[in-house]
């Protein structure tokens, strides 16, 4: 069965991205449709898949990462604006019988993702 995962890793204290809270959206033409919101556990990782089965289907998402939030409880200081602070990740299922793991690697002046299984 398909599903959408997630895991959040802070790499500047080398430790997992623990309460960062995630809009789920999905995305057909220009609208916008906020299908759901999940929080990472102190693994960095939601508790249960983000979406599966019936819920998940071929076509475009958007996860919206608020790092800024993170990002302050951690003490991090930064002029504000801050260079991050909602980070959203587009991309595409075309076969939504697979596992799309999209994780998030996290600093708080840079960010990286790719597509994980």
Known sequence: MGRLTTHVLDTAQGRPGQGIRIEVLRLEGETRTRLKEVVTNDDGRCDAPILEGDDFLAG???????AG?????????????RFLDVIPLRFGVSDAAQHYHVPLLLSPYGYSTYRGS
């Open 69 to 81: 939030d993170y990002l302050r409880r951690q003490g991090v200081t930064a002029s504000e604006p």
């Open 60 to 66: 475009e998402y958007e996860l919206v990462f608020h």
